[in-house]
């Protein structure tokens, strides 16, 4: 991993662990103060989060070869039933 691809990484996951923060500082007010504005805006923050979390993921899938990604697929299967479907799917666009 080059030099400015780990600082990329390292800016990335503080901003998630700064966002889950202001999440948690919205509900916490959502829960004092009653408001179901501050409520939803605490919600569509970690819905952000949970966002790059989970483009962070796909750029993962998409470095795995065929094996590798045949392999994750099986071991998730457990977990989601159409898992293989939905990797699959990601798979083309690798090339």
């Known amino acids: 991993m080059t030099s400015g691809s780990s600082k990329t990484e390292l800016v990335i996951y503080v901003a998630i662990m700064g966002n889950l923060v202001i999440a948690s500082m919205k509900f916490l007010a959502a829960a004092h103060t009653g408001s179901s504005a501050m409520l939803s805006e605490g919600i569509h923050s970690t819905a952000d989060t949970e966002e790059v979390l989970l483009n962070i993921e796909a750029q993962f899938v998409l470095t795995l070869s065929a094996n590798e990604l045949a392999k994750v697929v099986s071991q998730l299967r457990r977990y ?7 990797f699959m799917e990601v798979a083309p666009m690798k090339g």
């Open 80 to 86: 989601h039933p159409n898992i293989k479907r939905i």
